[in-house]
């Protein structure tokens, strides 16, 4: 049975290992290269997501099957410069075995009801350019591009020039 709950200190280990999954997923993707080095929650990914639980200002969840975590999400209020909050995920992610089964979908619904109640006024969550899979996703919750992101590489990456 699917469900979705808050992490407790003993998922950190698992949760981290989820984490390096996520990145590791989408790092060669279309745009996955600066989005590992600048969106992503470092690696490796214990101490950020220990500091997570800790934080009332975030909500750390594990998604399950069965009660094995197979999935995990993150979301965080912001205040912006006019006082609304605002619900910005910074993790969501599902083993790919794991997902279609409704996983993905406890994740988000425990995230935006978390969001909700706290007055944000909307959720931001960030897909990759190609990914659509995970735009899909979330436009079954409602989601909506508000910004696009655009970029342009002017030298080679570290590791290519050696």
């Not at 993150?74 to 205040?79: A, D, F, M, Q």
């Not at 659509?132 to 590489?153: C, D, M, Q, S």
């Amino acid at each position: 049975m699917e469900a979705a709950r808050r992490a407790v200190a003993d998922d950190v280990p698992r949760l981290a290992q989820l984490a390096e999954q996520a990145v590791a997923e989408q790092a060669g993707e279309r745009g996955g290269a600066v989005w590992a080095q600048r969106e992503t929650r470092a690696l490796p990914a214990e101490a950020s997501l220990r500091a997570a639980l800790d934080d009332p200002e975030q909500l750390v969840l594990a998604g399950t099957i069965d009660e094995v975590v197979v999935g995990y999400a993150v979301v965080g209020l912001e205040c912006l410069r006019n006082g609304e909050l605002l619900g910005v995920m910074s993790d969501l992610f599902v083993e790919p075995e794991a997902r279609g089964v409704g996983v993905g979908e406890q994740l988000i619904e425990m995230a935006l009801d978390w969001c909700h109640q706290r007055g944000c006024s909307g959720v931001d969550a960030l897909a990759l350019p190609g990914n659509r899979e995970t735009k899909n996703f979330f436009e079954t919750f409602g989601f909506t591009a508000r910004a696009l992101v655009v970029h342009r590489r002017l030298a080679a990456p570290a590791e290519e020039n050696r």
